[in-house]
């Protein structure tokens, strides 16, 4: 069983994506295309004047990226990007321990469908799901926490720098701390052996990433990269070139966020702001932003002048990282990608970027968010429908959520409405018979007025907490499947771990997710599971 929400009921997204995403038209200059499947053909056509050469040079280093994977169907799909007639859809995400919250699994199927949709629509084009390993991240802290059976699991280690480069060392206690959630029965094993070999210990972090997502979405075909390469940032290294010298980032972003406050909302508040220099450069243990001072390059306490910073540029390449607004320029650079599928924060600030885009006459990708789904298990649907609750409740605060439920089962009328329309009317009364005797009286007319709603608003609540208390069973159940939906007051999607899920699921969970996710649709997905 599944039930869509409208967007604009569950308010998940800020007004800026809903608004976006609604195509207001006073966003239309900083993106390229909305996200409809016949647009996907004017991107095409915009972006198959993609260079072989540079398809040549990510065929061969995905290859060497897969060198210890062998998967027919992935290598298949990286051979075929060599092809004119072969293009991208591309997600990515930070390298969470374990995948971290389950929306990190909802990106990956939402690529997978947009794929089989295309080729549908396209069937002369390839288009091959992308994820886009975060390596170069360096902040560990907001990636090693996995929530999973209502306890937060950290991973702690002393190493810094570029997440992705990370050596696993004592990874296995942290596992065993995981395992020892685990039954012995056959979905437990075999997740708990695809995990297990996954992470083995002094392998690094993106290479036991990628082999977890590739042992659960290779079959797929989904292509995994780490852009931490040195042959994909030769391709990119004239426009951090440009970087260095002229600010390019800075000076467009902020045009753009100057623009959006003009025509949109001088209340808009930009999702990132951009630096001088948009890139750090990575040593050993460290990724360190890179500062310009009295027209020096400062280095890991070393100053470099231009010359000089622009010739380690040239000869390592692999050391310098674009940040947050550099990395889609990175992406669309060197991938023949049609769109970008993230999650709403990431769709802010790629709106920030399409004059930046421009400025380098790259094309600009279709956005759009990933889905979002609220995942309904047995037990909460018996709730569910034990206390008729409809899905667009979720959505409500906690307090909304449970008073709303309460008054419907409870045996006396707690609403006094109907005693607030009839004051109101009484006093419209009295109102008309001051104005025709003395209307000096009305000041102390409403006075009483506001004394006496004020009266009824605080006999409800008193009614209210005492109806509550008389109906403590059904509050407790009523807060334990808000707690499901929020647990610890963040959305679901953002908090629960897939192996709590498929541990108790197993494949049928990921199909279902395979065969209700349609981003077309736009919509908040509730999904039963069983």
């Not at 995403?21 to 409809?36: G, I, M, Q, R, V």
């Not at 992705?164 to 029965?185: V, W």
């Not at 599928?341 to 094309?363: A, N, R």
């Amino acid at each position: 069983m599944k039930k869509q929400i409208d967007l604009k009921k569950t308010k998940v997204y800020s007004d800026f994506v809903f608004d976006f995403l609604n195509e207001n038209k006073t966003l239309k200059d900083f993106y390229n295309l909305s996200f409809d499947i016949k647009n996907f053909k004017k991107q095409l056509d915009m972006k198959k004047s993609f260079p072989l050469l540079k398809r040549n040079i990510l065929v061969k280093e995905l290859m060497s990226q897969y060198s210890d994977i062998e998967d027919k169907k992935v290598l298949n799909n990286i051979n075929l990007l060599s092809k004119e007639s072969t293009f991208t859809i591309t997600t990515g995400h930070q390298l969470n321990i374990l995948t971290g919250p389950i929306f990190f699994i909802y990106k990956i199927i939402s690529i997978i469908n947009l794929c089989l949709e295309l080729k549908k629509k396209y069937p002369k084009n390839n288009f091959l799901p992308v994820f886009w390993l975060a390596s170069e991240d360096h902040d560990f802290e907001e990636i090693s926490e996995v929530y999973f059976r209502d306890k937060k699991i950290n991973y702690l280690t002393k190493s810094k720098g570029s997440v992705g480069r990370m050596k696993l060392d004592d990874f296995s206690a942290f596992l065993d701390e995981i395992f020892k959630f685990f039954h012995t029965n056959n979905l437990a094993k075999r997740i708990k052996k695809i995990i297990t070999s996954a992470y083995k210990d002094k392998s690094t972090l993106a290479s036991a990433t990628r082999s977890l997502i590739h042992q659960l979405f290779g079959d797929k075909g989904l292509i995994i990269i780490d852009p931490d390469s040195r042959n994909l940032k030769k391709m990119f290294a004239s426009y951090m070139e440009d970087e260095l010298i002229n600010n390019t980032c800075e000076k467009f972003v902020n045009k753009t966020i100057k623009s959006i406050k003009e025509v949109y909302s001088e209340k808009y508040t930009p999702q990132v702001n951009p630096r001088e220099i948009n890139l750090f450069h990575l040593d050993v243990n460290s990724r360190e932003r890179i500062i310009i001072k009295d027209s020096k390059y400062i280095l890991s306490h070393k100053k470099l002048s231009e010359k000089e910073m622009l010739k380690e540029l040239n000869k390592n390449p692999e050391n310098f990282s674009p940040n947050v607004l550099m990395r889609p320029l990175y992406q669309e650079v060197i991938l023949p990608n049609l769109c970008y599928i993230g999650g709403p924060s990431e769709m802010s600030y790629w709106l920030q970027l399409k004059g930046f885009f421009d400025y380098h006459s790259i094309v600009f990708p279709i956005i759009n968010p990933r889905a979002s789904v609220l995942l309904i298990t047995p037990k909460m649907r018996k709730k569910i429908n034990k206390y008729l609750i409809n899905e667009n409740e979720f959505f409500l605060k906690k307090n909304e959520f449970i008073n709303l439920n309460i008054k419907k089962h409870s045996d006396v009328d707690i609403n006094l409405d109907y005693l607030k329309i009839a004051l109101k009317n009484q006093f419209k009364l009295l109102d008309s018979i001051v104005a025709k005797t003395d209307s000096s009286f009305l000041g102390s007319v409403n006075a009483q007025k506001k004394k006496q709603f004020n009266g009824i608003d605080k006999l409800e609540k008193r009614l209210l907490k005492a109806q509550r208390r008389k109906m403590s069973l059904i509050e407790n159940d009523l807060n334990n499947l808000y707690n499901e939906i929020y647990p610890d007051d963040i959305f679901q999607e953002r908090k629960l771990n897939f192996i709590d899920i498929y541990l108790r699921y197993g494949d049928t969970f990921f199909k279902s997710l395979f065969n209700n996710i349609d981003l077309f649709e736009k919509k908040i997905l509730v999904l039963d599971i069983k």
